[in-house]
């Protein structure tokens, strides 16, 4: 799965979902969910497409609340196993879904590897998500580091969205 760890630091969190692990994959894998919760609170995405299996892509438009961002963004699937895992490098594209730099700085890491592992515990679901550069220079994976404080309040803000969406279909 992961040959390939040329990484000096990765973000790490744990979150628990109040909800089957099969719904919380659900979520993840399924375009209808995905889009109704991705993204930092007030950042609308449009999914252009998303195949989530090993070996697909995403590709979509996630745009700030003020509509004064906007920004492509795709996931290559690494690996897709239902319902436990899903891995996949994330990167800024442009329409096409070729890959780009970031809009923001010209030291951000082109590639991204998330891991997501979902466990169940007696019917809620334990999400552990890594995320680290891939192919970065030493200068990238220090931009990444700096971010981390950001990149987490971000993901916690997203959990937070997936957290809410699921108690909707519960």
């Known amino acids: 799965m992961d040959n390939n760890r040329s990484h000096s630091f990765e973000i790490s969190m744990t979150r628990v979902f109040n909800a089957p692990r099969e719904l919380v994959f659900k979520a993840w894998t399924e375009i209808d969910h995905f889009a109704k ?37 795709k996931f290559v699937y690494q690996e897709v196993v239902e319902p436990e895992r899903v891995t996949y490098i994330r990167s800024f594209s442009d329409e096409q879904g070729n890959t780009v730099r970031s809009p923001f700085t010209m030291s951000w890491p082109l590639e991204i590897m998330n891991s ?38 971000d993901l916690e803000s997203t959990f937070d969205r997936l957290a809410n969406y699921l108690a909707l279909l519960i």
């Open 116 to 153: 997501i592992s979902l466990e169940d515990d007696e019917g809620n679901t334990v999400l552990k998500l890594k995320g680290y550069p891939v192919n970065a220079l030493a200068e990238e994976q220090e931009t990444y580091k700096v971010a981390a404080t950001r990149l987490q309040q």
């Open 37 to 73: 919760w991705w993204g930092p609170q007030g950042v609308a995405l449009e999914i252009v497409k998303m195949d989530a299996q090993s070996g697909g892509g995403f590709l979509g438009i996630q745009t700030s609340p003020d509509g004064n961002q906007v920004m492509w963004t």
